[in-house]
C-alpha cells in the first residue's frame, strides 16, 4: 500500500511537471539552457537566470565545512539571481519525485538589484544519478513556478501555491507535510503588508509566518512574505484576493507593463 502510494505521488509530480508545454520531452539541459557548458556538473539553467549543478563526490572538506551528514556523497545545486518562491516550489516538486533530501535552503539579498532574493537550494543523496534527476525536475518545473511573479522596475508581486507541501517547503517555511500551503510576497514592503491582511481575511487559513525586512526572513530585502495553509480552497481564495488587490497596487507605482513572467497557473 505504502508502495502504491509513493508511486501515485510520484505520477502526480511529474504529470504536473510536464504540462508545461515549452520543456516537455526534452532534457532539462536543453529545454532550459540559454548556453552550452560541457562540464559535467552542469545540468541546464531556466528561467530567473537559474542554474542548476551535480558533484558527485563532494570532497570530504568542503562536506565537513557544509555541515552535510556523511551519507550524502553526491549534492545537487540549484542557484538563482531572481526568485526564491519559484525555486523552493519546484524543489518541493523534486523531492517528491525523487529520492533525494533537501540539506539546506538560503535566500541571499539578490534580485539581481531588485528588491528581492536569490537562491541557494542544496539536494542530497548517495547516488548522484538521484540528485541529477531532482536538479532536472527543478529547473523544468521553474517555467510553471514563474507564472504567478509579476515584475516591473517598481518593484514585484509572488504567490505560490501546492495542494500537498513536502520536505522543501517544510525546510523553508515551516509548511506542513501534506497540507495545502501557499504564500504572498509584495515589493516594496508597503504592498506585502496589505498582501498579508488581504490574504487572511479573504479565506480561513492558518498563518505560519510573516516575514518583513525588519523581522527577518527577508535578508532585509524590501519586501513582506505572508505563509500560511489549510484547506486547499481556502487556501487559493486567499492568494487570488491577495493577487487582485497586488497588481491594483503595483501598478499604482508604474514601472511598465504588469505581465507575469510566464503563463499563471493559480485558477
Request: aromatic letters at 6%.
Amino acid at each position: 500500500m505504502k508502495d502504491e502510494l509513493m508511486s501515485k505521488i510520484v505520477e502526480e509530480v511529474m504529470k504536473k511537471v510536464d504540462r508545461n508545454e515549452q520543456v516537455k520531452e526534452q532534457p532539462a539541459s536543453q529545454a532550459c539552457a540559454v548556453g552550452c557548458c560541457g562540464l559535467t556538473e552542469f545540468v541546464g539553467t531556466a528561467v530567473g537566470n537559474t542554474i542548476g549543478l551535480v558533484i558527485a563526490n563532494v570532497d570530504h572538506q568542503i562536506h565537513e565545512k557544509m555541515g552535510i551528514d556523511k551519507k550524502y556523497r553526491s549534492i545537487g545545486i540549484i542557484g538563482g539571481r531572481t526568485g526564491a518562491g519559484p525555486q523552493i516550489f519546484a524543489a518541493d516538486e523534486a523531492v517528491k519525485a525523487t529520492n533525494s533530501d533537501i540539506l539546506s535552503i538560503e535566500l541571499p539579498r539578490d534580485t539581481e538589484g531588485g528588491a528581492g532574493h536569490g537562491s541557494l537550494i542544496i539536494f542530497g543523496a548517495e547516488d548522484v544519478s538521484d540528485v541529477r534527476r531532482a536538479v532536472e525536475v527543478c529547473l523544468k518545473d521553474l517555467d510553471r513556478t514563474f507564472g504567478d511573479v509579476y515584475g516591473t522596475s517598481a518593484g514585484h508581486l509572488e504567490f505560490q501555491y501546492t495542494a500537498r507541501a513536502s520536505f522543501a517547503l517544510n525546510k523553508a517555511f515551516g509548511a506542513p507535510i501534506g497540507k495545502s500551503f501557499g504564500i504572498t510576497v509584495g515589493a516594496p514592503a508597503a504592498i506585502g503588508v496589505v498582501l498579508a491582511d488581504t490574504a487572511v481575511k479573504a479565506a480561513t487559513v492558518d498563518v505560519l509566518a510573516y516575514s518583513s525586512p525588519a523581522n527577518g526572513g527577508t535578508s532585509y530585502s524590501n519586501e513582506v512574505i505572508l505563509a500560511f495553509s489549510g484547506d486547499s480552497g481556502a487556501v487559493k481564495q486567499a492568494i487570488v484576493a491577495a493577487r487582485d488587490v497586488g497588481k491594483q497596487l503595483l501598478g499604482a507605482l508604474g514601472g511598465g507593463p504588469l505581465e507575469s513572467t510566464t503563463t499563471p497557473y493559480i485558477l
